[in-house]
């Protein structure tokens, strides 16, 4: 089975840095997705980002882009200019072809001013 | 706006009743799920839908029950089974789980708790 390991239970950022969130997965899939997913104090599940396992470019969404490593199976969130909006749980989830997502246990970010 | 609506936003329940937590999407997507978040936790998932009238166990589906009438409602029923009810609950949906696996979007929960 598919497992999701985000190794930081928590992280703190000054305001304007930039911070990195760490997510390692575990599958024998070679196709597959992954996703970072943001939940605010709302506890509203926002989508960050998406990367398709086939494509090798690095997905980029404004201030948040991955490193996304296949073969060491390791796909970190990198947010830059942190912002104090960007305070959040933030969870990375994976998800084969035709199967469930599977999440990380979260990563929770603070920013400071 | 195209969207997935949860209600009631909060909700308390007595020991031993049943409870109906409502989730609707106009997205027109084909999936929907239902997940636990308990505090500190990550997503379980309780049941999930890929077509009208038909559902599937998650991970965690004893004491819960849902049903799929119509391609936009996705109801939870937490029955009195269920031993430790309190907990987060988000609803989820995506455009086309058979072929391919898609975003999932989320609503914007419903906190259960029990007197």
């Known amino acids: 089975a598919q497992t999701v390991t985000q190794s930081q239970p928590e992280m703190s950022v000054q305001e304007a840095e930039t911070v990195t969130l760490s997510c390692t997965y575990d599958t024998s899939e070679s196709d597959y997705y992954l996703f970072w997913y943001k939940q605010p104090p709302s506890r509203q599940m926002i989508l960050v980002i998406r990367?398709?396992?086939?494509?090798?470019q690095n997905a980029t969404e404004n201030r948040f882009s991955v490193n996304f490593q296949k073969a060491a199976k390791s796909f970190s969130l990198k947010i830059s200019d942190s912002q104090l909006g960007d305070a959040a749980m933030y969870f990375c989830a994976y998800s084969g072809y035709g199967q469930n997502f599977v999440f990380g246990p979260g990563t929770r970010l603070s920013v400071l001013p | 706006d195209g969207g997935i609506t949860q209600s009631p936003k909060y909700l308390f329940r007595k020991e031993g009743q049943n409870v109906t937590l409502s989730c609707e999407q106009n997205?027109?997507?084909?999936?929907m799920y239902w997940y636990r978040q308990d505090p500190g936790q990550g997503l379980r998932l309780i049941y999930y839908s890929q077509i009208v009238n038909d559902f599937q166990k998650g991970d965690i589906a004893e004491g819960y029950s849902v049903s799929r009438e119509k391609k936009e409602s996705f109801p939870l029923t937490v029955t009195s089974a269920q031993k430790n009810p309190t907990a987060f609950y988000l609803c989820?949906?995506?455009?086309?789980?058979?072929?391919?696996?898609?975003?999932?979007?989320f609503g914007p929960g419903t906190r259960l708790t029990v007197l």
């Open positions: 997205l027109n997507h084909d999936a």
């Open positions: 989820a949906s995506s455009s086309n789980r058979a072929q391919d696996t898609d975003t999932q979007y």
């Open positions: 990367q398709e396992a086939y494509k090798q």
